[in-house]
């Protein structure tokens, strides 16, 4: 048995039931596949690719919700009504908010723009060449 035998049968015995079911099976390409695919693609204008407009909107429905129910919180705050879960749900509603503002719309890990052109390809301002 060769070492990438040996390497597979490793990972399928890694593998939990769920891999199993769903045949999320190990795989293994060598560069003689990827370069036989990847020879046609050709880049001859420039792409930009963004995050995603739809994903925002839903973000910011959910935003809505959420400081809809922070505001009825914050008002029964104010009338002091069963005031200590009434704190507890405002802090984690704000919470809420905060996470989805920030990963959302400010955190650079999740949103940030691609640039693919023919000579490079552009990642957060950096350039990287092709060749």
Not at 79 to 91: E, G
Request: glycine residues 0%; contains cysteine; hydrophobic residues 50%.
């Amino acid at each position: 048995m060769t070492s990438l035998e040996n390497y597979i049968n490793d990972e399928e015995r890694k593998m939990c039931w769920l891999d199993k079911i769903l045949f999320n099976n190990p795989k293994i390409l060598n560069t003689q596949d990827l370069i036989s695919r990847s020879r046609n693609l050709r880049i001859d204008k420039e792409e930009i690719i963004r995050p995603s407009i739809f994903i925002k909107i839903v973000s910011v429905l959910f935003l809505l919700f959420a400081f809809g129910c922070w505001v009825i919180l914050f008002h029964m705050l104010l009338n002091k009504t069963l005031v200590p879960v009434t704190v507890v749900l405002l802090v984690f509603v704000s919470f809420i908010i905060w996470l989805l503002i920030w990963n959302k719309f400010f955190n650079r890990k999740y949103n940030f723009t691609i640039k693919l052109c023919k000579d490079h390809i552009v990642v957060n301002k950096k350039v990287f060449s092709w060749i």
